[in-house]
């Protein structure tokens, strides 16, 4: 191991970007992480513990105004983005001019087809760039993680989803003619840290609901990483009155009939050296708090007696896995380090 | 109005059952509920406020020891159940032989199919008396009920799923063809008041999981009122961190292309006049906390830009319209009261 | 029983609001309120079930813009405020002059010392108004409401502090050299409708945190209520992960040695007839659930084996108890009615 | 660094030792630890992730049963006791015996005087190992522990407690006769695993309660370790609805005035140099969340313009500093090792 790599992070007062800064602090192989805030950022704190006095003690970490320049002097090679998807449109090219390289939590660079960017306002200038940018999910898309410049970090339903359904689609083994019902339920700072009357303590104890039905943007990722088309893949996301998690219970129909251990086998060979899949057997089936404050995505799973009904259950932490742990975990593949460092 | 009507409560430590003590104690065509214990109530407690010291104060509610003489010297006429199915399966024979009429909170009468009804080991001596049960379920068997003598009062899970799909299977509107998915979310009092590891606070607190993926028992009942088979519906519980409450959100296809107007119409009409139903209209869904200590079954949906994939929203409090709400309201129903005595 | 009274609420948006909202509606002697918004409300919605959607199909709340005109149009007699103190400050003084009675939420009018008021900054010209204002405590100040034009109904703190330590105080048994500590907890709906990051989801699961030590706007309520000078009380707020319900515990020396029989007498004496005041007899304590819901004030308590260092328990719902509950018991009180009218 | 330590744990299946085991798993300076079963432990698992199946791919974790034998063979050296106080004093003696040294989780040696120990039903056989144990506060008793055979690993509640009077009661600056008030609030875990209708989550969510007033049995310690007699002090346990966490709230007249800047500066002093205790400045206070998953002890405080009356606000984990954290801390002081390592 030589020289420490230099890192930044814009956006290091949200949840997402919280925890990626907790996680870049602590890695091994990485100098203290530089961290920038913008002029749209609430109050434009000087130091993260500010925002979050929970981390009072654990060092400094001062929070500086963003300049292209502050970014060339430190000697960053590497920028990670948990800015909104607007902040990461402008940031990215010029970004990529100055040779830096990125990983954008952000939606703005997932997505390749028109008709699903146009959620996220991506104009058409911006087409070259979301061409070369990699979809960053580690376990499907590895080799194309190791040499890009964009990695464009996958959102947190899609994590969950993807994940549990990749090993069916590349094995053909889904009747695609049945559609796939994904049900998923997130913790509330999937929402943002943003306070609103929808996050408001007493708005979401004790409470459930589902929102945005047949229309979350989450929904091209999912599309465009299985190939599947928009009529075939159904998704409605929930709102679970905890801080974070996310549970997808996805209802598929097999291509073939099969029994649970052909089931598990096919999840466990798909998954062979993926440090942060686990597979569950059958009865045991994964549930929130086994994968939170880890990078685990964990997936179970119930057969029908007709041996082609499946329900899959698929769980991450959002802020983990389905976002911050999962930018070390592409981090790790770009600089070919072990997948797990930072992580453990 | 002439004399008040004499109950008697079996099963009032329970939650079910307490909270049915509590609303019969309010209702105002009752005399005051006998309430009876049984042999196997923890520690027989003398008084309710033993067992829900928050009920101090609000009079006296002795706890007396179950005989048949006791009932019968009372001068009780109705009968209410909230027991385990073996208790029920024991007392329902010799209260009706004795000429009392039966509200049964458990699950033991509510299955007309023995391929459904072995779940409960119902054994075939009770055939006669399962197929002189009404399901109780106001908005679709009123007729029924108003003569019952036995009323199986549904479980929890299944009103708010049959009342959501009523309308769709009574009107040929589902596309059967594609099955039916049921992905339901309920609160912990649903497992009963008994501790155990799983209704511990800390396993439930922050924490989400799914249960008995195709082995629910309370799906029989939703195949036996929707006259569906097995193969057409798929039904997932899941254990929410909040004490009381069910959101089901159910996956259909359509038979017909429908705007959302005609769908909400649909719902408006098949419900016109069902104190108890409350149909929102899109994009308003149904939350949790909307139905909370009330006797709604709230029902909202979102319908796919191809007018065929239609997704239900369905809402009650588990231990009201899912329980004892829902038994008062049956009770309502025998004797010609308003619909709304007791619960409004 | 002669014509139902006419009422009107301004700020029925607000969570007391709300909850009074819901009593009134519901009271035997009183017409449906005249619900009255402000320019300052938020969006101005049209009616209440836009901003509780819950409320959908409980009949027709429309909210209507503020004018004296209208209040007079429409025959109001009683007048109750949910508003913040400034807007108190300014409709007060014209609803008095108009010969309307008002029952203030806020804590505009609460206090009678200048070096307490200071903290509404009161100015001083509604010096007079102060004085004349009464301190709606119906179990301390009961003949004083009866006639008041103006009742202050107290803050939920102070409910629950000063119904627990004045039968204490007026027997003179507290030994007042040795100081009162009162620790307080609240649930989170104390802090209002407003989304702050303090109410965010995120920051309040999973916590729990004391403020405004030795600067709570509460304390003045209980000092002059209770008679006691600024140095010889102590009261520090804490904030609970739950939406509704206060408990204060509170820590005290008896000027004489007692037996727990003598304090329970004592207490039970002093609240004898007292409607919604229930005491615990040791070692039962209660606990924040018992009165969530309900209009009580619950008192418990534990006495060291000297005889002289007792530990008070208090809770009531700061919703019902602590706001929108005393309110209406203050209005019955104040036209004669049971005290327990539309409260349960 | 030579060879890694062997050690072992009894009572890795409840909640302290299996925190305990998590942090063992990843000390830098261990082998990784022998857990030990006993027979009352329920249903024998035979690893570790049959009873947290979130530690599910962690590696192997076997649980074997208990023996003097399997402790010598495996060559341990240090013994980590999370068990109930009576199996710790029936194991305890024989350790001693066999070299072992041992840090005891459990109440069973954290007391010297009969009057205190009585709770625990100490036998007088005792006296002489209780004699020579140590209170296991690294920060109070630093030099003890570094020789100590047996550490006896505080309570929870004590350490919030005494770690936030410590440094007034050694400066002299507490006036003694004015008394202290400790009003302590701790999430379930610190209940125990074993499921009882008090750990019930619907007893706990929504809910807030005092208990053992004058009576918890960890008041012995706070008395102990502050040379404080019973009339001096007093402490009320309360059960948040919350599953890990305390915070104290604690109340204390000074001997003299002062003013913030000096309690600040007094506080800073006496924990130079301590690693896992973190002092804030005024007004920010320690909240429960600042805390949580860490090896801390934040104090805060406030203080009355009087300059003597002070509120102190303590937080720990409590299965971290509050058990397991501080049981490693006791390790790292044991062995000469940084009194960080395996917490950071």
Redesign the interface.
């Known amino acids: 191991m030589s020289a420490k790599l230099k890192t930044a992070v814009v956006g290091a007062t949200g ?1 997402a970007g919280f925890e990626l800064t907790c996680l870049l602090q602590r890695h091994p192989y990485l100098c203290t992480p530089l961290l920038l805030s913008r002029d749209g950022d609430m109050s434009r704190p000087s130091n993260l513990a500010e925002v979050f ?2 981390f ?2 654990n060092g400094s970490y001062p929070l500086v105004p963003f300049s292209w320049e502050r970014l060339s002097e430190s000697g960053v090679r590497l920028l990670f983005l948990a800015t909104p998807h607007e902040v990461s449109q402008t940031l990215v090219p010029e970004a990529l001019t100055r040779g830096l390289r990125v990983i954008d939590l952000s939606g703005a660079w997932r997505l390749k087809q028109e008709q699903h960017r146009a959620i996220y306002s991506s104009s058409a200038n911006h087409r070259e760039i979301a061409d070369k940018a990699v979809y960053g999910l580690p376990e499907l898309n590895g080799d194309k993680i190791r040499d890009a410049a964009l990695v464009a970090n996958p959102g947190c339903y899609p994590t969950s989803i993807i994940l549990a359904l990749a090993p069916l689609v590349r094995a053909g083994a889904l009747d695609r003619t ?2 796939v ?1 994904c ?1 998923s ?1 997130s913790g ?2 999937g929402a943002g ?1 943003e ?3 929808r ?13 945005s ?3 979350h943007r989450h929904t091209g990722e999912m599309l465009e990483q299985l190939q599947l088309s928009s ?1 075939e893949l ?1 998704f ?1 996301p ?1 709102l ?6 996310i ?1 997808s ?1 996805i ?1 598929v129909h097999l291509a073939h009939r099969m029994v649970p251990a052909d089931v598990e086998a096919m999840f466990q060979d798909f998954y062979r050296g993926a440090r942060w899949v ?1 597979i ?1 057997a059958t009865p ?2 994964p ?8 990078n ?1 995505c964990d997936i179970g799973f ?5 041996g082609r ?1 499946l ?1 899959l ?1 698929s769980c991450v932490d959002n802020l983990l896995k389905g976002a911050a742990g999962q930018a070390v975990q592409n981090m790790n593949l770009m600089y070919e380090w072990s997948e797990e460092a930072g992580l453990a």
């Open positions: 949840y006095p929970g009072t003690g049945r559609g019902i049900d339920k509330v700072s840290k306070p609103t009357s996050t408001h303590f007493v708005s979401v104890a004790n409470n459930f609901s589902a929102y039905i047949f229309g009529h159904v409605t929930h679970l009155p905890i801080p974070r998690g549970l219970t209802y686990r569950f045991q089936l549930e929130i708090q086994f994968s939170l404050n880890t685990y119930g057969l029908a007696d007709d009904r329900v259950v």
